[in-house]
Every structure is written in structure tokens, then in C-alpha cells.
């Protein structure tokens, strides 16, 4: 004898119990009342239920009434060290399918999950760890609210069936994470803070801080201490941050192109596309979205900051308004047209960069298909990064080739930020070579060469046969 097989057979709209009269058991029951779900709550002390604090159709009732109310399933929507007070309820719930919504209380957790103790104490119920990455908010907006995934797992099949049943009548996405041992993952997910952001927040601050430290070492500390009291410590809190905010966007920019080239180059060397990439480039390859966010970010507050230049000017020195004499001073052709178009790069760049933030948005890259998508990403991404690359270079000028750049021997702070980004376009443009271009796309339609198909043949007869 097992459980499942004392499983009942649930109607249509079956009775669904939840024990548990908190703010997750109110959302869990409105929404599964708007999903046509007919819903029992128990509770130790239903009179202490503040009347109109659930739908009046749910019916309020003590714990054993709410369990023989339901069909064959039970939200334990009780806080799990109070899981030992329902042992007296084991007969009662034999056979039913026990619904695990708790997160786990820390991130490092040991021993079991709270799913697998909720087992261990229940043997003769089916459990089933779900819904505990769903907030009472998302419980309550439901599918109105764009796509909310449902992780399931159980070691009963019979009892994720009727989970993920109910999960889809209740317009949620069930996804199957497997057997009840990836609880203890499901559980600690939602303590997790941007756990795919902490990589590329860490390098974007590491090159703001470069950025910053060898400005404020080139254009303050030195020519203080060389020149004998000059001081420009002023240009800390304005000047300095938007001379690194670019620099930062155009290396971040190019870090999203970087590991795409790098797999490419990796594919040509190894001459087949079924060898996996290391571990460190397949995480940078996860985190291209990321950075490319990080970077539109600087490029934003950077044409911020510059508009709020000239306001600082306007505050520091008082405006004349007297009639202006009628010396008229030359016209520097060359100066206007190194203005207008670094002006113009910067704007068209931070304007195909807004694009490629907007289409990051899932609400917005679910409606392309992958050409689409492709293009966007990587097509107008490229454009962006020359617009990026012009703009610095249109706003150096020929002020490189000046041995006053280079005081103290540090050259300025856009040379240094045009150097990887450079490289990646200049990598990018031998990939489009013909011949280059033919045989990535051949390896990437699954041709091997006769070397990779002799190394890989090697390590499969090295592997021992048992």
C-alpha cells in the first residue's frame, strides 16, 4: 500500500483546504476563490478571524473540519517549526496531497528542507513543495499581472499532477523543478538578492572607482602637489564623476560584446560547437544582459551630469545683461564641427542604447522572434558601441597626439576607456571576413572538423565501460 493510492479522485472544482488564517493564507484563498476553487480555511481560533477578512465564500472552520472538507489537497500555510503541532491530524490526512508554501529562514541552510521534515512527519500524505516563490501580491494580481512561474517539486507524481492542475486553473505557469530534494533550493530562491546582478554591479563599481581614483590622481592630487597649492578639489563631486560615468558605459558596452566574440573565436579553434564552453565564460555569457543595462545606466546619468554643467557655470559666475561690445571673435570652423559631431554620436548612441534597454524588457523581447530579437541585440548593439567609440574619439579630437595630454606621463581617461572597446570591434570585423564567416556559420549549423571528431572519438573510448 501506498499514498497514491489512496488518493481520491478530484471533481472539477474541487475543496481545497488551507491551514493557516495569515496574509499569504488571505491571498492564496481570494485567488483560488476568483479561479472557481471552492475554499475551506482552518484556523486554531477561528473567533479571533476578523469578520470580512476573507470572501464570504470561504468558509471559516477549525483545523479538522477544514481537512475533512477537502478533497485532496491542503495548503500548509503555517510557519514550519508550528508543523509539529499537526501531528494530531495524521489520519486525517493520510492519502492527501500536503502543499509546502514556507521559504526557508536563512540562505546557508542544513539538513533537510522544510518540505522533507513536513514528509518525514506526514509519511502517509503526499507532499509537494509550491507556490512559495509567489508574493500575496502576485497571489492576488494573477495572471493580470504578466507571466508568474510556480516552481513544484515531489517525489509523488500523482500529487504534482493535481498541483500543477490547480496552478494553471489559477492562471500561474507550474514549473516541474523535479524530485522534493530541489526544496531546499525552492525554498531559499526567494532570499536571494539579484543573484545575477552581483557580478556585474561588482565590475561596473571596480571600473567606476579605476576611473574615478586615476582622475582624481591625473587632474587633481598631482598637479596639487607638483604646482604648489593649485586646487581643483572642486571638480570631486561634478566634473570628475562625469568625466568617469562614459568611460565606464563604453567599457561595460563592450563587455557585453566580448564573450559572444570570444565563444566564436573558441568554436574556430576547436572546429565544433558540441564542447562546452568553460564555466567563467558561460557565466559572463549569462550575465551580457546585465551589463548592458549597467551601462545604459552611466550613459544616462552621464548626459544628465552634462546638462547640469552649465548650470554649475551659471551659478558660479553672474550673468551680464549688459549690451555686448561689438568685437566679434573668429570663427573656428574646425572647433564647431568637432563639437557637432561628437554632440551628435553621443546622442544617436545613447539613443540606440535606450532601444536596447527597452527590448531587454521581457513584456517587450517576448513580442519579437529571434531575428527580431537578434538584430536588435546585437546588430543595433554594435551600432551603438561605434556611435559610443566615435563620440570619445570626436571629443579627444587631436588632443591625443599633444604631449600636454600627457602630464605626469597618464594619458587622459577616454584613450584608456577606447581600448577594449576598440578591440572588440576590430575582432568583430575579422569574424565577418567571408572566410571566417563561412565556417563559424557551418560549425554553428553543426559541422565538425576531422580533428575535433578524432579528439572527441579519444575521450569517449578513454572513458572506462562498465
Given amino acids: 500500500w501506498s499514498p497514491a493510492d489512496a488518493l481520491p479522485v478530484c471533481l472539477t472544482s474541487p475543496t481545497v483546504a488551507i491551514l493557516g488564517s495569515g496574509d499569504f493564507s488571505r491571498s492564496l484563498a481570494l485567488r483560488l476563490v476568483a479561479s472557481g476553487v471552492r475554499v475551506v480555511v482552518g484556523s486554531r481560533c477561528v473567533n479571533r478571524i476578523p469578520s470580512g477578512l476573507f470572501p464570504d465564500a470561504v468558509e471559516l472552520r477549525n483545523q479538522e473540519g477544514a481537512v475533512s472538507q477537502a478533497v485532496c489537497l491542503v495548503f500548509m500555510a503555517v510557519f514550519p517549526e508550528h508543523y509539529c503541532s499537526l501531528l494530531g491530524l495524521q489520519s486525517a490526512l493520510a492519502g492527501k496531497v500536503l502543499v509546502d508554501v514556507s521559504n526557508g529562514a536563512e540562505m546557508n541552510i542544513h539538513g533537510p528542507s522544510n518540505a522533507e521534515r513536513l514528509a518525514e512527519l506526514f509519511p502517509d500524505s503526499l507532499v509537494v513543495k509550491g507556490f512559495n516563490t509567489v508574493s500575496t501580491w502576485e497571489l492576488q494580481t494573477g495572471a493580470h499581472d504578466g507571466s508568474r512561474q510556480v516552481m513544484i517539486c515531489s517525489n509523488s507524481t500523482e500529487g504534482k499532477k493535481k498541483v500543477v492542475q490547480l496552478a494553471r486553473q489559477m492562471g500561474f505557469h507550474p514549473v516541474d523543478m523535479g524530485g522534493l530534494s530541489a526544496a531546499r533550493e525552492i525554498e531559499v530562491a526567494p532570499l536571494r538578492l539579484f543573484p545575477s546582478w552581483s557580478g556585474p554591479v561588482v565590475v561596473t563599481f571596480l571600473l567606476f572607482l579605476f576611473f574615478y581614483g586615476y582622475g582624481f590622481l591625473r587632474g587633481i592630487l598631482l598637479p596639487f602637489l607638483a604646482q604648489g597649492g593649485h586646487n581643483a578639489f572642486y571638480r570631486l563631486a561634478l566634473d570628475l564623476v562625469n568625466e568617469s560615468l562614459p568611460a565606464v558605459a563604453l567599457v561595460t558596452l563592450a563587455l557585453v560584446y566580448f564573450p559572444g566574440l570570444f565563444a566564436a573565436w573558441l568554436q574556430l579553434w576547436r572546429g565544433t560547437k558540441y ?76 539613443g540606440v542604447l535606450s532601444l536596447l534597454a527597452i527590448t ?107
Wanted: charged residues 15%.
Fill in 360 to 466: 531587454s524588457l521581457p513584456t517587450v523581447g517576448n513580442t519579437l522572434n529571434w531575428r527580431e530579437f537578434t538584430f536588435v541585440q546585437s546588430g543595433l548593439g554594435y551600432i551603438a558601441l561605434t556611435l559610443s567609440i566615435m563620440h570619445t574619439l570626436f571629443f579627444g579630437w587631436d588632443f591625443a597626439f599633444h604631449i600636454e595630454a600627457y602630464p605626469f606621463y597618464m594619458p587622459p581617461s577616454y584613450l584608456l576607456a577606447v581600448v577594449v572597446p576598440c578591440i572588440v570591434l576590430v575582432c568583430r570585423c575579422f569574424l565577418l571576413l567571408p572566410c571566417i564567416f563561412t565556417r563559424l556559420t557551418r560549425i554553428r549549423r553543426g559541422w565538425e572538423s576531422k580533428l575535433s571528431q578524432l579528439c572527441i572519438d579519444s575521450k569517449l573510448r578513454s572513458i572506462p565501460q562498465f
Fill in 275 to 350: 564542447q562546452r564552453f568553460p564555466s567563467w565564460l558561460d557565466n559572463w555569457l549569462q550575465r551580457r544582459k546585465q551589463l548592458g543595462l549597467l551601462s545604459f545606466l552611466c550613459a544616462a546619468l552621464h548626459g544628465v551630469y552634462s546638462l547640469c554643467l552649465p548650470l554649475r557655470r551659471i551659478t558660479l559666475h553672474s550673468v551680464s545683461l549688459k549690451v555686448p561690445h561689438k568685437s566679434s571673435e573668429p570663427w573656428d570652423e574646425l572647433g564647431v564641427w568637432r563639437s557637432d559631431l561628437y554632440l551628435s554620436c553621443g546622442v544617436l548612441g545613447l
